[in-house]
């Protein structure tokens, strides 16, 4: 990160804006069909906003849009054609969520909603997040008051929030993102379920997850948790190997790990997810078999498969550089990432996202929210809402953000004053997230909001890949157009152009090649 970084900031002067306002990666004339989709130092100013999400659940809350810097102005070109021109008033109006209405996605009304608990015995030596680190002698969890004045700090900023009408649908998916928020008294918890219940309501069969760390909770907490309506755990276990457990800072070691899969099993959570982390330092192909192996063992619903990042200012950022020992190569990541995605998917797995794994019917439906660019609200340090079209990145240092919910309360500051992400921006978005998932790229809705000839001049540009296999073209009834019946499609000598209905990327190869395939979008879309 530390060399891409080198990389990017010239282009940043050349081009007389601050790199912060760079949303998107340099074009690059060179294609790396190995490439895992996060690791390009060409894409840096990508990396701010994809890398994030690929970590996690957590990814695209932070700064995965960093909208405070996504102040152009609306462009005028013809790319932004329908949404952009969505008048005030319907935007004021749009009262209820009708998904079958014609209002573009990112004027739902939210019905789903993150709420950030920061804090953690200690910071895993990968971690980047805002956090705040306790210490691991720390007993006196319950009535620790930085715990306590936080979480009032995060029911006056719910109360705080104008929600957009007085007619919101409640909402529909909740996720406490960490952090390790199953260091939080379930007491607290309830509060804020409570806070957001009375200010937005909440559906009964609302999912409603927690990132949950081994060691962090037993089968009391559990309970309680789950008598307060968490219905979903997503565990943090990383790797099954003590040393690289060790390797990382985490604050448990295996025994936990057993112990918290016990826990979730034997108190009976019906949907838990695992994340595991790739190309961690001396992480060997086999290692990486054995945690593929033993996650599959023990039956979990869902599987997050995260590639190492590694951040300035961590303690891996000091000690590594990215592509060299003790790291793998990109070679060897890319190894990883399809040793996961076949031996999940022989296990019964969909690989639905880019990072995620489920049986069927366990997709998580709060992350959806973020891949299908609809609206959601965001409570807590660091955490990022889009509410109408607006992200709105809350701080992250604990007396700014202290700070913010006091303005807040007194209505200097709002969070929906940030400036409209302009029509190229959201139509990257809509590209960038939607290549993330299996379901791919509607183009009918795409060519809806932004024009024909972006499709096909996007389809064009991925004709080479179509080719190669890397991206597919799925008609309506998804089954996969052959090569030349594409070609034909796109030069119009067959006019069913609907047969032309999602854009997918193939797994795992065309998953891999997602940074090239994003970039060459973006290109499209901002020549
Ligand atoms: C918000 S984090 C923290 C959740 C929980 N406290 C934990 O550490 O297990 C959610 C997940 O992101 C992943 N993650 C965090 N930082 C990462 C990094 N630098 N590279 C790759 N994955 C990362 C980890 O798998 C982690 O479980």
Redesign the pocket.
């Known amino acids: 990160m530390r060399v891409a970084k080198l990389n990017i900031l010239p282009w940043a002067k050349l081009n007389g804006c601050h790199d912060d306002v760079l949303l998107y990666p340099r074009p690059t004339s060179r294609s790396d069909n190995i490439r895992p989709f996060i690791r390009s130092p060409n894409y840096i100013l990508h990396y701010q906003s994809i890398n994030k999400m690929l970590?996690?659940?957590?990814a695209p809350i932070f700064s995965a849009f960093p909208a405070k810097h996504r102040t152009r102005q609306p462009s005028s070109t013809a790319v932004f054609r329908v949404f952009a021109h969505t008048p005030e008033s319907v935007q004021q109006n749009a009262s209820a969520n009708s998904h079958t209405s014609i209002l573009p996605p990112y004027l739902f009304h939210p019905t789903s909603a993150y709420v950030h608990l920061p804090f953690?015995r200690k910071r895993?030596h990968?971690?980047?997040?805002p956090i705040v680190a306790l210490g691991s002698s720390s007993t006196q969890i319950d009535d620790d008051p930085r715990i306590v004045n936080y979480m009032q700090l995060l029911s006056r900023e719910i109360n705080a929030t104008r929600p957009g009408t007085t007619t919101n649908p409640p909402l529909e998916t909740v996720f406490f993102?960490?952090?390790?928020p199953s260091l939080v008294p379930p007491s607290l918890v309830s509060s804020i379920l409570e806070t957001l219940r009375l200010k937005f309501g909440l559906c009964l069969d609302a999912e409603i997850s927690m990132?949950m760390?081994p060691g962090t909770f037993d089968a009391k907490k559990m309970k309680e948790l789950m008598d307060l309506g968490v219905n979903r755990v997503s565990l943090?276990v990383?790797a099954f190997q003590e040393e690289l457990l060790k390797a990382c800072g985490r604050a448990h070691g295996l025994k936990e790990v057993y112990e918290a899969i016990e826990t979730v099993k034997s108190c009976g959570v019906e949907n838990w997810s695992m994340?595991?982390?790739s190309s961690l330092p001396h992480q060997t192909p086999e290692m990486w078999e054995e945690s593929l192996r033993l996650t599959i063992e023990q039956q979990p619903q869902h599987v997050?498969v995260?590639?190492?990042?590694v951040?300035q200012g961590?303690k891996f950022g000091v000690l590594y550089t990215p592509g060299e020992f003790p790291l793998p190569s990109e070679t060897q990541s890319a190894d990883f990432y399809k040793m996961a995605s076949r031996t999940l998917s022989d296990a019964g797995y969909n690989h639905y996202e880019i990072s995620s794994y489920c049986k069927s019917g366990f997709e998580c439906k709060h992350n959806f929210t973020y891949w299908k660019n609809e609206p959601f609200y965001a409570f807590g340090l660091g955490s990022a809402s889009y509410v109408g079209g607006l992200r709105f990145t809350r701080p992250k240092k604990m007396r700014e953000y202290m700070g913010y919910v006091e303005n807040l309360e007194n209505g200097s500051v709002g969070c929906n004053e940030n400036i409209h992400i302009d029509g190229k921006d959201m139509a990257m978005d809509v590209v960038m997230l939607s290549l993330r998932t299996a379901r791919g790229l509607d183009l009918r809705s795409f060519a809806e909001a932004y024009g024909d000839s972006l499709v096909h001049s996007l389809c064009e540009s991925y004709r080479p890949y179509v080719e190669s296999g890397h991206v597919v073209c799925l008609n309506e009834q998804r089954r996969a157009l052959a090569a030349d019946e594409f070609n034909s499609v796109l030069f119009k000598e067959d006019k069913d152009q609907a047969k032309m209905a999602y854009i997918w990327l193939s797994d795992p190869d065309g998953f891999l090649l997602s940074n090239e395939m994003i970039s060459l979008a973006f290109r499209v879309i901002s020549p």
């Open positions: 970590k996690s659940t957590f953690c895993c990968y971690c980047d997040f993102g960490g952090g390790t990132e760390d943090g990383q994340d595991l982390i997050s995260y590639d190492l990042q951040e961590t």
